[in-house]
DNA sequence: CTGTATCCTAGTTGATACTG
DNA sequence: CAGTATCAACTAGGATACAG
């Protein structure tokens, strides 16, 4: 994430509490809304899975990406990751009570996306389709 | 957005209807989640402002973000763009009645981060605070 | 098996300057 | 005022190779 760090809104004279609020909040939003997060969470809701399989069951990740995004769950204790001392090495990944939550959270914007899924489509290519017409002005007298 | 598009989901045989409703999810949810829109976005909830306004009050945004993340909404249909045919040129853009739907939505997400930011710091502290001794192993038998 | 280290490219952002 | 154009960082992501 390239966010900007609580300074740039500090410097404006914002409350500290406030800043550290917004940040975290869009934060979480930003690693939610990344490219893979999402993802792995749905993936993870239907139960534990080890590492291969979450590279197989997420479509398309790179050992890279798998790897820092469990990091990043595992650091905000939404997932965690239990390592038998086995050999070859065994590692469960499972979606704890606080990731199950947060997962509970945003299917509530998953279910505002799939409701409005067809405005926005229906927005966007009417949106597309006008080339030449720019943005209509009505002068409001 | 560097997300992928959805051949990379389709070529792994996942049903078109389904991969463009996650496509179109993480789309909308990386909106929310980028560095600027959720400011944006909560800035124009109080009503209706122009460009300048803006970007006095999304602190630390360029115009160049500000424009994009303006063009971004307003192609989704969440935002108004209203240009008075006067001079000097003046554009208000406001909220429309989807923006301030999803807004809602969002709203819960960002009373979900409130609620447990506590947990969530307290998580990280707690896993930064581990150099040593990593990710415990519990052999279950 | 489960990662980490390295390299490389493509996309994103911010600063700055300029236009209608 | 409300943007766009251009350029220079900067970053994220994939590929690959390697390590414990």
């Given at each position: 994430m390239t966010h900007l760090r609580g300074a740039d809104l500090a410097q404006r004279g914002v409350a500290p509490d406030c800043v550290q609020t917004?940040?975290?909040?869009?934060?979480?939003?930003?690693?939610?809304?990344?490219?893979?997060?999402l993802l792995?969470?749905?993936?993870?809701a239907s139960g534990p899975l080890?590492?291969?399989?979450?590279?197989?069951?997420?479509?398309?990740?790179?050992?890279?990406?798998?790897?820092?995004?469990?990091?990043?769950?595992?650091r905000d204790g939404l997932v965690t990751r239990t390592a038998y001392p086995e050999v070859p090495p065994r590692v469960e990944y499972a979606l704890t009570p606080l990731g199950r939550s947060l997962s509970e959270a945003v299917d509530g914007l998953v279910h505002w996306v799939r409701s409005h899924q067809g405005?926005?489509?229906?927005?966007?290519?009417?949106?597309?389709?006008?080339?030449?017409?720019?943005?209509?002005?009505?002068p409001h007298a």
């Open positions: 917004i940040e975290l909040v869009r934060d979480v939003l930003a690693r939610v809304g990344d490219k893979w997060t792995t969470i749905t993936v993870l080890r590492f291969t399989a979450l590279h197989e069951q997420v479509a398309g990740i790179s050992q890279r990406m798998l790897s820092q995004t469990l990091r990043a769950l595992t405005d926005i489509v229906r927005n966007r290519d009417e949106f597309d389709q006008t080339p030449a017409a720019k943005t209509a002005a009505s």
